[in-house]
């Protein structure tokens, strides 16, 4: 898809589903904000959870085995299927052998991938879904779009008019969402009575008793296992448990993560085939439990070679809460009709899509993950989304053609092993070659950047879009800057070495200056070496490989800095998301643990000297000024952003704070012509939480540049308040 047509797709859902989708994300994590805030045992049970899983799917070949054993000696029957073909055709099977003509289902998202109702449909069978959003979806004849909110994109006045033209009613439905339901439970409760076959999905599988977990709201997926006589639960590999003991964490997180709830309506443990009677509803007359028959269908569908797959095997522990989704601030403005491939959506779904249906059903959504981070400490079991989908994007650029225009850009990256990687994505993954040679003659190179026929050029090739201003290079890099300064404090106690990020070294020393004055002035002795950028930008571009380079390469810069105990300051938040989570996949063991020990961001370290003893009283104080403080989201995903607000209400600010999920920036995101649009939407959700006056300060570069866009103003970082010239 070309980038033309990713921009017409994405505002064509915006305009479509942004609405409906954002009410109800915004309303689900507000939710779950709140009800985490006050679970205390959160991050114990996530470990537990997360231990489950990596053992289930380590012992998967002998967890099938054993539930195997278990379904047969109830009584069942179970089916391995090693693809949707394999699957759809024992399912026809089972309906053709029961002599059935109508099948009811709950909610699966296993059987979406299947497609499961189309290839029903096309044999001549009926096919009803119970659950309300899939009700709704099925006579629309669309895709889900949320995982677990299948019509989260439809309003109640869509869904009043759907169903108005669906049904022949003597009175029309009306647009409210009571009446509605009604309607729809009515419909529903009759084709469940009517029906021949229920076929569920299962949230887990206990293997060493057979049993299964639905987790709902509605209660139709018990109705639906055990109103027909016979019951099909189709379920992916991944699902199964060993014991019923291991279920806890799960119900506890499930519910709580995804919905906000402290349990969900309906907690429904099966141990089919049951031993409940039949019921004949048209006569009346219960049949014998013996004509029960229970089938349950393991998908594998591409599933055990994840498991083989050390960088997407992680997805597979993923329980289909989703609470990424709802944290994703371009999810909240698009839903899965854009955020999402053949089956699976949202931060998660590019993974799932990579490993159920290849690469090229991942591509056109992969990169609405900006790697904000924002979803991290939303799963319950601890998945590193941002880095499957960093993977999943290295694996698509690998498999590009070339670029026509590459030779614009020969000898810009070192990644020599991405020859499909395109000029956009080089570009910004190699933006510190970039700054370099800008910053040579940076008044021409400005120049230069600022000229329309240039800024034409940019967009056309490259994707950067013209309705953005390009920073401007300084006359000075920091480094440079530092180099000439003679040190106020030879014989501090303590020394730190100012990390010079990309930004603040080639863009905005000034905030750099202000940072090193700050230390200076508490007497604390600075050193600005030249190190290389983090690795963040080719990381974000899914180069992986020239991350891995730069990572090694600002260790190799740092460690003698490390071995003389000298602290590492970090302004941008995003390098120090890189030194203490991303560096763990990139550098050996030991080289990652003290790059994280030994790094801090600016205000956490000046809280900690306020803590031991240095008396920030000699910085600039205000006297209840009030002040607007945007955190960065990579600030927020490691708890740092209470450091800034703490050192600044303790120089005298009056403080309020945006609680967003992300700025839309996102680095280079908010600069690529196909996002742009999207990237001011996500925007609107902080414009709505920004004073019309006063000081507004962002700790994040890309969220300064947003807010920026915005108002029309320039926006400093706090530190810059905090510098003693600035009295």
């Given at each position: 898809m070309s980038r033309s047509e990713k921009a017409a797709k994405i505002r064509h859902v915006m305009e479509t589903d942004g609405e409906s989708v954002a009410n109800s994300t915004l309303a689900k994590t507000e939710r779950t904000n709140a009800i985490l805030e006050s679970f205390e045992p959160y991050e114990e049970l996530r470990e537990e959870a997360r231990r489950i899983k990596e053992h289930a799917i380590e012992t998967l070949p002998e967890r099938i085995d054993e539930l195997t054993e278990a379904v047969?000696?109830?009584?069942?029957?179970?089916?391995?299927?090693?693809?949707?073909?394999?699957?759809?055709?024992?399912?026809?099977?089972?309906?053709?052998?029961?002599?059935?003509?109508?099948?009811?289902?709950?909610?699966?998202?296993?059987?979406?991938?299947?497609?499961?109702?189309?290839?029903?449909?096309?044999?001549?069978?009926?096919?009803?879904?119970?659950?309300?959003?899939?009700?709704?979806?099925?006579?629309?004849?669309?895709?889900?779009?949320?995982?677990?909110?299948?019509?989260?994109?439809?309003?109640?006045?869509?869904?009043?008019?759907?169903?108005?033209?669906?049904?022949?009613?003597?009175?029309?439905?009306?647009?409210?969402?009571?009446?509605?339901?009604?309607?729809?439970?009515?419909?529903?409760?009759?084709?469940?009575?009517?029906?021949?076959?229920?076929?569920?999905?299962?949230?887990?599988?206990?293997?060493?008793?057979?049993?299964?977990?639905?987790?709902?709201?509605?209660?139709?997926?018990?109705?639906?296992?055990?109103?027909?006589?016979?019951?099909?639960?189709?379920?992916?590999?991944?699902?199964?448990?060993?014991?019923?003991s291991d279920l806890q964490p799960f119900v506890e997180l499930i519910a709580k993560t995804g919905t906000g709830q402290d349990l969900t309506s309906y907690l429904s443990f099966l141990t089919p085939p049951v031993e409940t009677p039949s019921v004949d509803f048209d006569a009346g007359e219960y049949g014998p439990a013996e004509d029960r028959s229970f089938h349950l269908v393991l998908l594998d569908n591409g599933r055990m070679a994840m498991r083989e797959d050390e960088q997407l095997r992680e997805t597979l522990y993923c329980i289909r809460c989703?609470?990424?989704?709802?944290?994703?601030?371009?999810?909240?403005?698009?839903?899965?009709?854009?955020?999402?491939?053949?089956?699976?959506?949202?931060?998660?779904?590019?993974?799932?899509?990579?490993?159920?249906h290849g690469l090229d059903s991942a591509a056109d959504m992969n990169d609405l993950c900006t790697g904000c981070s924002r979803c991290v400490n939303k799963c319950p079991v601890k998945i590193d989304i941002p880095w499957i989908n960093t993977v999943v994007r290295d694996r698509l650029n690998r498999s590009n053609e070339p670029d026509s225009f590459d030779f614009l850009v020969d000898g810009l990256t070192p990644d020599e092993e991405s020859p499909g990687l395109d000029i956009q994505k080089r570009l910004f993954g190699n933006i510190e070659t970039m700054a370099k040679l800008g910053s040579i003659t940076p008044r021409i190179s400005n120049a230069a950047l600022g000229f329309g026929p240039v800024q034409t050029l940019l967009e056309r090739f490259a994707g950067v879009d013209s309705r953005r201003q390009l920073p401007s290079l300084a006359d000075e890099t920091l480094v440079n800057w530092h180099a000439k300064r003679s040190n106020p404090n030879p014989n501090a106690d303590r020394e730190v070495v100012l990390y010079p990020d990309l930004y603040t070294n080639y863009f905005?020393?000034?905030?750099?200056?202000?940072?090193?004055?700050?230390?200076?002035?508490?007497?604390?002795?600075?050193?600005?070496?030249?190190?290389?950028e983090s690795g963040r930008a080719p990381l974000s571009q899914g180069m992986i490989d020239t991350a891995d380079k730069k990572a090694s390469e600002v260790y190799a810069a740092l460690a003698e800095h490390i071995d003389a105990d000298r602290d590492i300051v970090v302004i941008e938040p995003s390098d120090l998301a890189m030194f203490r989570g991303d560096y763990e996949r990139l550098l050996p063991e030991r080289a990652a643990e003290r790059m994280a020990e030994s790094s801090y961001e600016l205000f956490e370290y000046l809280y900690g000297l306020s803590e031991n003893g240095y008396d920030l009283g000699s910085l600039p104080t205000a006297d209840g000024e009030t002040l607007t403080y945007h955190s960065h989201c990579q600030q927020r995903t490691l708890g740092l952003d209470a450091y800034t607000t703490a050192v600044?209400?303790?120089?005298?600010?009056?403080?309020?704070?945006?609680?967003?999920?992300?700025?839309?920036?996102?680095?280079?995101?908010?600069?690529?012509?196909?996002?742009?649009?999207?990237?001011?939407?996500?925007?609107?959700?902080?414009?709505?939480?920004?004073?019309?006056?006063?000081?507004?300060?962002?700790?994040?570069?890309?969220?300064?540049?947003?807010?920026?866009?915005?108002?029309?103003?320039?926006?400093?970082?706090?530190?810059?308040?905090?510098?003693?010239?600035?009295r």
């Open positions: 047969e000696e109830n009584g069942g029957h179970v089916y391995l299927a090693q693809d949707a073909e394999d699957a759809n055709r024992y399912i026809e099977g089972v309906m053709a052998d029961r002599g059935a003509e109508h099948m009811v289902k709950s909610k699966s998202m296993t059987t979406e991938e299947l497609e499961l109702n189309d290839h029903l449909e096309a044999a001549g069978y009926e096919v009803t879904e119970t659950d309300l959003g899939e009700f709704i979806i099925q006579h629309a004849n669309e895709k889900p779009s949320h995982i677990t909110g299948p019509a989260m994109h439809r309003s109640p006045a869509d869904i009043a008019e759907l169903f108005n033209d669906c049904f022949d009613l003597e009175e029309p439905l009306s647009a409210d969402p009571e009446e509605l339901t009604e309607f729809a439970r009515e419909r529903v409760g009759d084709r469940i009575r009517d029906a021949d076959i229920g076929l569920t999905g299962a949230n887990f599988v206990v293997t060493e008793t057979g049993t299964i977990c639905l987790v709902t709201n509605e209660g139709n997926a018990r109705k639906t296992a055990v109103t027909p006589p016979t019951h099909v639960a189709v379920t992916g590999v991944e699902k199964l448990v060993p014991t019923v989703g609470a990424c989704s709802n944290t994703c601030a371009n999810f909240q403005s698009t839903g899965g009709h854009a955020f999402g491939g053949e089956t699976y959506s949202g931060g998660i779904g590019t993974g799932w899509e990579a490993g159920v905005s020393p000034e905030r750099g200056m202000a940072a090193v004055r700050v230390l200076e002035s508490l007497g604390v002795s600075v050193r600005v070496p030249a190190v290389p600044l209400t303790e120089l005298g600010y009056e403080l309020s704070t945006t609680n967003v999920e992300c700025c839309g920036m996102a680095g280079s995101f908010g600069y690529k012509s196909e996002y742009y649009e999207l990237s001011m939407d996500v925007a609107s959700r902080l414009d709505e939480q920004l004073p019309d006056g006063g000081t507004i300060v962002a700790s994040g570069t890309s969220c300064g540049e947003q807010i920026a866009a915005l108002t029309a103003e320039e926006i400093p970082h706090p530190i810059t308040l905090l510098d003693p010239e600035s």
